[in-house]
């Protein structure tokens, strides 16, 4: 088939002629499934009403006979004679419309009524209503009419499980008792209704169910109660005029829900036609299944609706097919298909889609050759384009290494610059302060010398002065300290001893202890968060100086109260592990002008208090071992001095 316009209406119809049959076919399938759903839906909805309407029933029966027994005047025919209770209870059986209402006695409870569970509950003081199946001796006990309606003929029924019976003469009755406790009379007040052809019981319940749906009309509703698998009640027609009572429900039904006691939901052949059926089980007050709640509407509605629809689909399909086929010969006038694969395939490519093909177009003529090498123009471009584009990745990432590597080099030559300044000018301020340091102690020694030779030539006077001479000794003892900061800033290795592998966390321990009595004077909550740390190597003197320094410092800056944190860990700088001090206070901070200048020699926020060198011999100590010591402000309040040494490599932990 050369033909381009035969093809293609070929391949337009066929869609039409075999795809949609199918979906047409899955579509209804569902559609009827759904449908079955629907009504499966309907009935059990249908089912729930009847039975919150038996529930309402045993409620309502309950709840009048409470009435009776609480009342006051039946607590007056307790006291009366026998013939006056009985006259009483026969007027109040018949205003609440119930086949038999008799009263027993605390002393009489002992007896064959006890074996009901409503009554031995209603003697324990509980209301209580159930249904319950009574024999015919039973029922003839209250009265032979009771008997007599309760007894039905069974009919055969085809499906129905064989049965030797002829004649069903149990009673299904709405069975309450309700306890009476009035002027010290104990006994219980038990009623009941016969639900064996009571007819209006069954017709309100198809009422409620069908007549007051807004689609009753098209519902024709059937209701049923069955006392084990015989129907008692029912409004299913057996003729026009004769109610199906004395039928019985199929075998499968019964083993569904008498049997198993399940619900069935489904459709099921009811005496002479197919209904979508609820059976629901009963049980007594023993908890045996004895009968069946039943409602259900036929089913032949809405089969006829079910096989309209179809054919209607049918009609519909036939009735597109015919328009569709002049159509598309119509339609077939040229080859439109590669044309539009080809003009698609460069919009895409000009929208930047370079990985657009035209492909397959199944055509062998003038056109499938065209697109054929449009296909092969676009690959020869995307192959050069992908060249470009992977050299131009290459370039970048050189680039970005290249720049990277010159960052890290600027970088690391503005630390070593950093570091040459501050080492030329420590080294200035060593010699310098190596000076002023011998030249102070001369005149020191003098005047400690002097004051030394006052107290021997004063003697016993001296205690005159001695007030004066001891500031005197306190202000040189002070001259001698700064002396020797001076001479440890300058000259640090001469202070030292040598250095060792150090475990961080009991050296800040006894640290601590240390610095115990200016803490506990203080209100300052000290906290430990000492994690896994190396071994650090250093002079175990000189870390003890700078930590002792960072607490001192931070105590200080907390004027008295606040929280003190000291945390350990590890962690790796450039590749190298170490160990992390850090000292955080909760005090006001450090000037943000003032942050960069802390390290230097004799900065001081202590005028008059310190020499300004602790935290710059802390840094030359801390910098000689190999570590970097640096502060910050926390985002709150408080500063955070950090201290990182490495790791010592040759005693590590195992």
Not at 328 to 356: C, N, Y
Not at 522 to 548: C, D, H, M, S, Y
Request: proline share 4%.
């Amino acid at each position: 088939m050369k033909s381009v316009r035969l093809r293609l209406l070929l391949l337009a119809l066929l869609p039409i002629s075999v795809l949609m049959p199918l979906l047409l076919v899955l579509a209804m399938t569902r559609w009827n499934a759904d449908y079955d759903d629907m009504l499966i839906a309907n009935v059990d909805s249908d089912l729930r009403i009847a039975e919150q309407y038996l529930g309402r029933i045993l409620a309502s029966t309950g709840t009048d006979i409470r009435s009776v027994s609480e009342s006051s005047l039946f607590s007056d025919v307790l006291l009366a004679p026998p013939r006056e209770q009985v006259r009483f209870l026969d007027q109040r059986r018949a205003e609440l419309q119930l086949d038999f209402l008799y009263y027993i006695s605390g002393d009489d409870l002992s007896g064959p009524t006890s074996k009901w569970p409503v009554i031995a509950a209603a003697a324990a003081g509980s209301l209580s209503s159930r249904i319950d199946v009574f024999s015919a001796s039973e029922l003839a006990s209250f009265s032979p009419e009771l008997e007599q309606r309760a007894r039905i003929p069974l009919i055969e029924t085809e499906a129905a499980v064989p049965t030797a019976r002829t004649t069903e003469d149990r009673g299904m009755v709405v069975h309450a008792a309700s306890p009476v406790t009035v002027l010290g009379h104990d006994g219980v007040l038990v009623g009941g209704i016969l639900l064996n052809r009571n007819l209006d019981f069954i017709d309100t319940i198809n009422a409620l169910v069908y007549l007051s749906d807004s689609a009753g009309e098209n519902r024709q509703g059937t209701a049923t109660l069955f006392l084990d698998d015989t129907r008692v009640s029912t409004n299913v027609r057996l003729f026009e005029d004769v109610r199906a009572l004395g039928t019985r429900v199929s075998a499968s039904v019964r083993h569904r829900v008498l049997n198993l006691g399940q619900t069935w939901l489904d459709r099921a052949f009811v005496v002479n036609d197919w209904y979508i059926s609820g059976y629901l089980p009963l049980t007594d007050s023993f908890g045996s299944r004895v009968g069946m709640l039943y409602v259900g509407f036929l089913e032949a509605p809405y089969q006829g609706a079910k096989r309209a629809a179809y054919w209607t689909i049918v009609a519909v399909f036939i009735g597109v097919l015919v328009i569709s086929a002049p159509l598309f010969l119509w339609l077939a006038k040229g080859i439109f298909f590669p044309l539009e694969r080809m003009t698609q395939t460069m919009k895409r490519v000009e929208r930047g889609d370079l990985a657009a093909r035209n492909g397959e177009v199944g055509s062998q003529d003038e056109i499938g050759q065209v697109a054929a090498h449009l296909d092969t123009l676009l690959n020869q471009v995307q192959e050069r384009d992908q060249a470009l584009r992977d050299w131009a990745e290459e370039l970048n990432a050189r680039v970005d290494k290249r720049t990277t590597e010159l960052s890290a080099a600027n970088a690391k030559l503005e630390d070593t610059f950093k570091q040459l300044v501050m080492s030329e000018k420590l080294a200035s301020i060593g010699e310098i302060t190596a000076g002023v340091a011998h030249e102070i102690n001369n005149p020191v020694a003098v005047i400690q010398g002097n004051v030394d030779v006052i107290r021997m030539t004063l003697d016993e006077r001296s205690k005159e002065v001695e007030t004066e001479l001891a500031l005197i000794d306190n202000q040189v003892l002070r001259i001698d300290a700064i002396v020797g900061k001076l001479l440890q800033f300058a000259r640090p290795t001469e202070f030292g001893a040598f250095e060792e592998s150090v475990d961080i966390a009991p050296l800040v321990e006894d640290c601590l202890v240390l610095v115990d009595h200016v803490t506990s004077k203080q209100t300052i909550t000290v906290k430990r968060v000492f994690g896994p740390a190396p071994l650090v190597n250093i002079n175990p003197g000189e870390l003890q100086q700078v930590v002792i320094n960072l607490v001192m410092n931070a105590v200080q800056a907390m004027k008295g109260s606040g929280t003190l944190i000291l945390n350990l860990q590890s962690q790796s700088r450039d590749g190298c592990e170490g160990a992390l001090l850090s000292v955080t206070d909760s005090g006001p901070g450090i000037d943000e002008k003032s942050l960069g200048s802390v390290f230097n020699p004799f900065y001081t926020t202590k005028p008059g208090e310190g020499t300004g060198l602790g935290l710059s011999i802390s840094q030359t100590l801390i910098q000689r071992a190999g570590g970097l010591i640096s502060v910050r402000n926390l985002a709150q309040s408080g500063a955070q001095f950090i201290v990182w040494l490495p790791a010592d490599v040759q005693n590590k932990r195992h």
